[in-house]
């Protein structure tokens, strides 16, 4: 039985094994998908950013060559008007009308290094009475010290937030200067107003606005549906969250010409916020992205990378059920052929019955589990059986030992252990007899069989037999002892003129009592 027993328990640990090492390979899938899934999710992220970064680039883009663009309109005009020596006033302002004709811009003025001149509508005027011409000045010494000495006509930008010449208007102020001409100044005034639809073109949906904002974050005009931001308010002054530190370097990124992106909120609303420098002035475009729109779009590039990893879950998982399938298959049929070869080694090839190995084994299990539960064990011998073997040889002699195989089982039940354990000798065990009455019932039985057994297939003989019983436990608590019983009690059995059953009991009482079958025929 501890055979038995260890070998089931190598065998559930082995599956135990198997399916430890799919769990934790499982396991590592899983985090392995996470990882990937994680990773797919940031690399995601980052090219929504750096997608929204590419459109504030390409709107910074727009407003560079919208105002290079007015720019070299205004040059052309500065080269006709200084080389072709126009002195009187309506002259030059006819000429800077057609200028304003030809661009957005609302008015051009003609000044000299005192910055007196004459206006595109032909009023004169003296830009040293603006508030901004200090600016302008400074601004314009900078440009030409950073200019190069073949570069006679340069342009020079400011934003003018109020213009005191018309009424208040915001506006771009190009100063082309020509140092050729005693400094003279062709400046344009473009409206910032101008830029607004420029601003709002192909504005995506998650755009919530699109500014041009100094590098300190004052705002000069501003698009989109978010009424929050205003031409004057500060950009980053609205912003605030986790994120204060990055905008803090965010306009020393934009002066050194590096655009970007940050995660911020305002007002308690998140959104992407990328930033592109435009290259005037360290002017940039700030473009505000809503999160939903930052998340979409993460959601749209993840959709085919789930997909992929549901795919590979499946794949993962069909293939596991496989594998435990198959080992589960694999420990079915082993076990069978295991079974069937146990049986095989188990069985007498002669008659199909048991052998002697398996026989006692079994009976010792019985003994071991049950020791208190009655049993009833038979030896018999087929009487004579040499003689049979020297008369009618031994080829009929295995066909006497091999129908008693097949026939004596049918009479008892599939439980109990019948076994070939000699030449011509058979064990009958069996078991949970709980009743005295059903020793002589099956004693009875036994004895019934052979009155009808014969064996043979041309020549029919019906041998006879000597039977010792013996009870378990009573006449023997293990299988030594009980099997000494049940032989003394055949040995009995012969003594006494064979073809008879004799118990244990009676056979060392020395008497024959009601017990003993004197003759079954």
């Given at each position: 039985?501890k055979?038995?027993?260890t070998k089931n328990?190598?065998?559930?640990?082995?599956i135990i094994k198997w399916?430890v090492?799919?769990?934790?390979f499982?396991?590592?899938i899983?985090?392995?998908?996470?990882f990937f899934?994680?990773?797919?999710?940031?690399?995601s992220?980052?090219e929504?950013?750096q997608r929204?970064?590419?459109?504030?680039?390409?709107?910074a883009?727009k407003?560079?060559?919208e105002?290079e663009?007015?720019?070299?309109?205004?040059?052309t005009v500065?080269?006709?008007?200084?080389?072709?020596g126009?002195?009187d006033n309506?002259?030059i302002?006819?000429?800077?009308e057609?200028?304003?004709?030809?661009t957005?811009?609302?008015?051009v003025?003609y000044?000299?290094a005192?910055?007196?001149?004459?206006?595109?509508d032909?009023e004169?005027?003296?830009?040293?009475?603006?508030?901004?011409?200090?600016l302008?000045?400074?601004a314009?010494?900078?440009t030409?010290e950073?200019a190069?000495e073949?570069d006679?006509?340069r342009?020079?930008?400011?934003y003018v937030a109020?213009?005191e010449?018309k009424?208040?208007?915001?506006a771009?102020?190009?100063?082309l200067?020509?140092?050729?001409?005693?400094g003279?100044k062709?400046?344009?005034?473009y409206?910032v107003?101008?830029l607004k639809?420029l601003l709002?073109?192909?504005l995506?949906?998650g755009?919530?606005?699109?500014?041009l904002a100094e590098a300190?974050?004052?705002?000069m005009e501003?698009a989109?549906?978010?009424?929050?931001?205003?031409p004057?308010?500060n950009?980053?002054?609205r912003?605030g969250g986790?994120s204060?530190?990055e905008?803090g370097?965010?306009a020393?990124r934009?002066k050194?010409g590096?655009?970007?992106?940050?995660r911020t909120e305002s007002t308690?609303?998140?959104?992407?916020?990328?930033?592109a420098?435009?290259?005037?002035?360290?002017w940039a475009?700030v473009?505000?992205i809503?999160q939903s729109?930052i998340?979409?779009?993460v959601s749209?590039?993840?959709?085919?990378?789930m997909?992929?990893?549901?795919?590979?879950?499946v794949?993962?998982?069909?293939?596991s059920t496989v594998i435990v399938?198959?080992?589960?298959?694999g420990?079915?049929?082993a076990?069978e052929k295991?079974?069937?070869l146990e049986?095989?080694a188990d069985?007498?090839l002669l008659?199909?019955?048991?052998n002697?190995?398996?026989?006692?084994?079994?009976?010792?299990e019985?003994?071991?589990h049950?020791p208190?539960?009655q049993a009833l064990m038979?030896?018999l011998?087929?009487?004579?059986?040499k003689?049979?073997?020297?008369?009618?040889g031994?080829?009929?002699?295995?066909?006497v030992?091999k129908?008693l195989?097949?026939?004596?089982?049918?009479?008892?039940?599939?439980?109990?252990v019948?076994g070939?354990?000699?030449g011509d000798?058979?064990?009958?065990f069996?078991?949970?007899?709980?009743?005295?009455?059903?020793?002589?019932?099956?004693?009875?039985?036994?004895c019934d069989?052979?009155q009808?057994?014969?064996?043979?297939?041309y020549?029919?003989?019906?041998p006879t037999s000597s039977?010792?019983?013996?009870v378990?436990?009573k006449?023997?608590?293990?299988f030594?002892?009980?099997?000494k019983?049940?032989?003394?009690?055949?040995?009995t059995?012969?003594e006494?003129?064979?073809?008879?059953?004799?118990f244990y009991?009676d056979?060392?009482?020395?008497?024959?009592?009601k017990r003993?079958?004197?003759k079954?025929?």
């Amino acid at each position: 039985m501890k055979r038995g027993k260890t070998k089931n328990e190598g065998e559930k640990n082995d599956i135990i094994k198997w399916l430890v090492l799919i769990a934790v390979f499982m396991m590592v899938i899983i985090a392995m998908v996470t990882f990937f899934s994680v990773k797919s999710s940031e690399a995601s992220r980052k090219e929504a950013q750096q997608r929204v970064v590419k459109i504030a680039e390409e709107y910074a883009a727009k407003v560079y060559f919208e105002l290079e663009h007015i720019a070299g309109t205004g040059k052309t005009v500065l080269y006709y008007l200084n080389h072709y020596g126009f002195d009187d006033n309506r002259s030059i302002a006819g000429i800077a009308e057609s200028l304003c004709g030809s661009t957005p811009v609302y008015t051009v003025a003609y000044v000299d290094a005192d910055g007196r001149g004459i206006l595109s509508d032909g009023e004169e005027v003296d830009m040293g009475g603006m508030s901004y011409y200090p600016l302008m000045v400074d601004a314009c010494r900078k440009t030409a010290e950073k200019a190069s000495e073949a570069d006679t006509v340069r342009t020079t930008y400011l934003y003018v937030a109020d213009d005191e010449m018309k009424a208040g208007r915001s506006a771009i102020l190009a100063v082309l200067s020509d140092d050729t001409q005693g400094g003279r100044k062709l400046c344009l005034y473009y409206p910032v107003e101008e830029l607004k639809p420029l601003l709002n073109a192909g504005l995506l949906a998650g755009e919530e606005f699109c500014a041009l904002a100094e590098a300190d974050g004052l705002i000069m005009e501003v698009a989109g549906s978010d009424n929050e931001f205003m031409p004057g308010d500060n950009v980053w002054d609205r912003m605030g969250g986790d994120s204060e530190t990055e905008i803090g370097q965010v306009a020393v990124r934009i002066k050194n010409g590096v655009s970007g992106s940050l995660r911020t909120e305002s007002t308690g609303k998140p959104r992407t916020l990328a930033y592109a420098e435009v290259g005037i002035n360290n002017w940039a475009i700030v473009l505000g992205i809503g999160q939903s729109y930052i998340d979409a779009f993460v959601s749209a590039g993840w959709r085919d990378a789930m997909k992929m990893i549901h795919q590979m879950v499946v794949v993962i998982l069909i293939f596991s059920t496989v594998i435990v399938i198959m080992i589960i298959r694999g420990r079915i049929t082993a076990g069978e052929k295991s079974k069937a070869l146990e049986a095989k080694a188990d069985t007498d090839l002669l008659t199909g019955l048991n052998n002697k190995a398996a026989t006692e084994r079994k009976i010792q299990e019985y003994i071991m589990h049950h020791p208190e539960d009655q049993a009833l064990m038979f030896i018999l011998d087929i009487d004579n059986f040499k003689k049979i073997n020297d008369t009618m040889g031994h080829a009929f002699g295995d066909e006497v030992l091999k129908s008693l195989g097949q026939q004596i089982g049918s009479i008892f039940r599939s439980t109990d252990v019948i076994g070939r354990t000699g030449g011509d000798e058979f064990i009958v065990f069996l078991k949970y007899l709980k009743e005295d009455a059903l020793l002589e019932k099956e004693a009875r039985k036994l004895c019934d069989f052979f009155q009808g057994f014969q064996a043979g297939e041309y020549v029919k003989y019906s041998p006879t037999s000597s039977i010792g019983a013996a009870v378990f436990p009573k006449d023997g608590k293990d299988f030594t002892a009980l099997y000494k019983a049940a032989d003394s009690a055949l040995y009995t059995a012969k003594e006494r003129g064979k073809n008879q059953l004799v118990f244990y009991k009676d056979a060392i009482a020395g008497i024959q009592g009601k017990r003993k079958v004197e003759k079954y025929r």
